[in-house]
């Protein structure tokens, strides 16, 4: 009998098994913007400055930066020390040059639109490099120190415009501590060690991501031993592990993401503050979370993740389950129920339709529950399943009347191209049209604080203000979790959410 | 059979087929152009500050700020002049490449499930027509037909729950176990499925053909004159009635070619099977617009020559087919 349950493959001991669900598109991090690309890059590349624990900033390729009064002007010391994986020596060139290209128009970089702020930069010396800022920004640590720098002796020699369409996205020269080995494209990637990388000895000699496109064949290989890690498993799979593998390590922290349900505040009845204080006072959340999501979710209460604990403010306004409550709002603003059960307002009926993209059975029923919900209390609720594509194009041309959806993934509080009144598009994506002058000033100033307590203060603010206007019907914080095969020596209690699980993958050890 | 009117005929229908293949691809390339979302809507989502500058000139890279007519005729011109397919949008790549290593597998996917159709359905053709209108040939049929009806991804789906997640006899997806990257042997069970689910959908179009064919030749001179020889009817049937009917199922190849190719498609999808259907349908859901072409083209080419290769095998196995 051929079984597929068992298949007792003989595995290489000296190789992490990394499984996961999608192929990265390229290892070129100038074109790059798909989560699976830029697991990958990690291995390869090196940032200036890297994550270090409670995503604080750390010294890597740069050794110091500091800035100016005003906090326009940033110098960044070098390492003196590092060599490409051709044997080229790393310098100053190399991070002018990528941030030139990145800068440039012409190169295409997605992510330029980011880093605008930044007026110029040039090299000082041939480890020394400065950055010119426009205006002060407090992600300039965090987010443009952390990008991967890239080889100038290579990519400089290309012409900004064909840099999309080189060869180096698939055979990349890096820094970093790995090097790529192989890569056959939606079937597994594998990196072997750099043995002079400049960081120190890497513990792990290979790694090999193992592309695993269905969710039972990844829980299968954690399962017989052949995987080692699996990153990012769902809730289900996270129970079947739990009871069915008790010898895997198992990791779940609240991720960097947020769910909502976006409301277009240009439709008649959603612009109604009573409408969407209803609206989220008559949806029982926290019967969503104990029964379809089995208890693995937190309800949400603001629009910053709890898993950022230094930026979360949980004294915000809530909004517990109390239906009579939202009947109550609705009636004194003016909604009674009409014939149908349904509340109109001058002929205008309380009837929305919701947009799923993705949908499996879990978003289907968790939509049937907030139409059963919201029908309670007199508000009409159609549903309506898009692929992906589709879903962005009508919620960005604002399009829907409500969109079930999330952000995320990035350990700031920033909300400034999702909440500010001229990021409505086709500027932005405050896709709400949303606009409150004391949340401008908030993402505004925000960016340009660079102290903790000043942000800390008016990222409170935008909490506050944002829970009692409700832009978004706040639904839930998600838990990262991921399993681990008790061979890999990793502290689990110092591993971060989401894409920054592997930081320190290079000093992980693996049991023979 | 004659080359010269062969190789004219040949020429002659892959000069017709030109026409088709721009048919098709204007077709193809209008639907994606007037689908909503595009391939700057996604890049906008995951690179959440991408200003509209930004997004206007990723637009003008890809060539997307022009209307979808223009970029079909940019298109066009870059695959009559230089031959190219193009770059992907999603990983730039050349859509050839990314095709050429996607192709083996459905290849060999498409390979096991026409020899396991064949597997299935000639014997049971055979045996249905010497038993004509017995309970054997009556219930054949019909299972057959359930078959066909069956839409295949619902099939390819029933079988993964059956086999794979609670009889646990057979993978449901992918295509070799971790560890075991380039064992044949793995290689074929995860194909075994897939294969299975491709071949029950296409059994029932042979089986009647065999079925149909069979029961013609069987009326024939020359098989009366062989069992009045005294021949054993094995070899009557196997070796005298057999070898002419199976001419006509040469025919069915060319025609059932779509229907695998397209099928496979779903079914790739379906068990996670990175080949040429599964890049087909991710590049939809991507609007990778340069792949989706590459692999609408090749997909029509295929069903071209298939087409083709059946008639030209048909005329080469009965000479009284003239070409000219």
């Not at chain 1, 090196?46 to 750390?58: A, E, H, S």
């Not at chain 1, 597994?188 to 043995?195: A, G, L, M």
């Not at chain 1, 403010?313 to 149908?340: E, H, S």
């Not at chain 2, 024939?220 to 070899?235: F, I, N």
């Amino acid at each position: 009998m051929l079984c597929g349950c068992a298949a007792g493959a003989a595995r290489d001991p000296n190789s992490l098994v990394i499984l996961e669900a999608a192929d990265g598109a390229t290892l070129n991090p100038l074109f790059s913007t798909d989560a699976a690309s830029a697991l990958y890059e990690q291995f390869i590349f090196d940032p200036l400055v890297n994550v270090g624990d409670d995503f604080k900033p750390i010294p890597w390729l740069a050794t110091a930066w500091r800035s100016s009064v005003n906090h326009l002007h940033w110098t960044v010391d070098l390492r003196r020390d590092v060599h490409w994986s051709d044997g080229v020596p790393f310098t100053s060139k190399d991070v002018v040059w990528t941030w030139q290209a990145q800068l440039d128009p012409a190169t295409g970089f997605p992510y330029r639109g980011q880093f605008d702020y930044i007026a110029s930069v040039r090299a000082s010396g041939p480890s020394t490099v400065e950055f010119t800022l426009s205006q002060p920004n407090a992600l300039f640590e965090s987010q443009a120190l952390n990008a991967s720098i890239l080889p100038e002796h290579i990519l400089g020699k290309i012409p900004r415009r064909q840099l999309r369409l080189s060869a180096f996205g698939e055979h990349p020269v890096g820094t970093g501590p790995f090097f790529l080995e192989r890569w056959r494209h939606d079937e597994e990637i594998s990196f072997t060690r750099n043995p002079r990388w400049w960081h120190g000895p890497v513990t792990v000699p290979r790694i090999a991501v193992r592309i695993e496109l269905n969710d039972q064949a990844r829980l299968d290989a954690m399962q017989e031993g052949s995987g080692d890690v699996l990153d990012g498993l769902g809730t289900s799979g996270y129970a079947i592990l739990q009871q069915q593998a008790p010898k895997l390590r198992l990791l779940h922290l609240p991720d960097l993401y947020s769910f909502f349900i976006y409301t277009n505040l240009r439709r008649l009845g959603l612009d109604d503050l009573h409408v969407r204080q209803a609206m989220l006072y008559g949806w029982d959340r926290r019967a969503v979370v104990r029964g379809l999501l089995h208890g693995d979710a937190i309800v949400a209460t603001g629009v910053v993740p709890i898993a950022l604990r230094l930026w979360y403010d949980p004294n915000v306004r809530r909004y517990d389950y109390d239906p009579a409550r939202a009947q109550d709002l609705l009636d004194a603003a003016g909604w009674p129920k009409g014939n149908d059960g349904i509340r109109e307002k001058n002929g205008h009926r309380l009837a929305f339709e919701l947009l799923l993209t993705g949908a499996d059975a879990a978003t289907e029923d968790l939509a049937a529950e907030f139409q059963s919900d919201m029908r309670a209390i007199g508000v009409a609720i159609t549903v309506r399943s898009l692929d992906f594509a589709t879903f962005l194009t009508e919620t960005q041309s604002l399009h829907y009347d409500l969109a079930l959806g999330g952000w995320g993934g990035v350990p700031d509080p920033d909300q400034f191209t999702l909440l500010e009144s001229k990021q409505i598009p086709p500027t932005g994506n405050n896709l709400m049209s949303y606009s409150n002058p004391t949340v401008d000033r908030d993402v505004t100033l925000g960016l340009r604080a660079l102290e903790y307590s000043e942000r800390k203060a008016l990222y409170d603010s935008m909490q506050r203000v944002t829970a009692e206007d409700l832009p978004v019907l706040f639904y839930i914080n998600t838990y990262y979790r991921a399993a681990f095969n008790p061979r890999v020596r990793v502290s689990v209690k110092d591993v971060l959410p989401d894409q920054y699980v592997f930081r320190d993958v290079y000093a992980w050890r693996l049991d023979r | 059979m004659e080359t010269r009117p062969l190789t004219a005929y040949i020429a002659r229908r892959l000069a017709g087929a030109i026409p088709l293949l721009l048919l098709i691809s204007l077709i193809s390339y209008g639907l994606m152009g007037l689908a909503p979302g595009g391939p700057t809507a996604i890049l906008s989502q995951q690179a959440r500050s991408l200003t509209p500058a930004a997004r206007h000139a990723y637009e003008v890279a890809l060539g997307l700020d022009k209307p979808w007519y223009v970029q079909y005729f940019y298109w066009l011109k870059e695959l009559i002049v230089h031959g190219s397919l193009g770059n992907s949008f999603v990983d730039q790549r050349p859509v050839l490449a990314r095709i050429a290593e996607k192709l083996p597998i459905t290849v060999e996917l498409l390979s096991l499930a026409l020899l396991l159709t064949l597997v299935i359905a000639i014997p049971i053709g055979i045996r249905a027509a010497v038993k004509r209108d017995s309970f054997f040939d009556n219930a054949s049929t019909a299972i057959a037909l359930i078959g066909y009806g069956v839409p295949v991804f619902w099939l390819g789906i029933l079988l993964i729950d059956v086999f794979a997640m609670h009889l646990r006899w057979l993978p449901g997806s992918g295509i070799n176990s971790v560890g075991r990257e380039g064992d044949p042997l793995d290689l074929l069970r995860h194909l075994i499925l897939p294969a299975f689910t491709l071949a029950i959908v296409s059994v029932a179009g042979w089986l009647r053909y065999q079925r149909a064919s069979m029961l013609d030749v069987l009326d024939e001179p020359y098989v009366q004159t062989a069992r009045s020889k005294g021949l054993p009817e094995r070899v009557v049937l196997y070796r005298h009635a057999l070898r002419n009917a199976l001419l006509p199922m040469i025919t069915l190849l060319g025609l059932q070619l779509p229907g695998l190719v397209g099928g496979a498609y779903f079914v790739e999808y379906i068990f996670s099977i990175p080949g040429m259907g599964y890049l087909g349908i991710n590049s939809i859901f991507q609007r990778d617009y340069p792949t989706v072409m590459g692999i609408t083209m090749l997909s029509a080419l295929m069903v071209i020559l298939g087409n083709l290769l059946a008639d030209v095998l048909y005329g080469a196995a009965d000479p009284r087919i003239r070409y000219d």
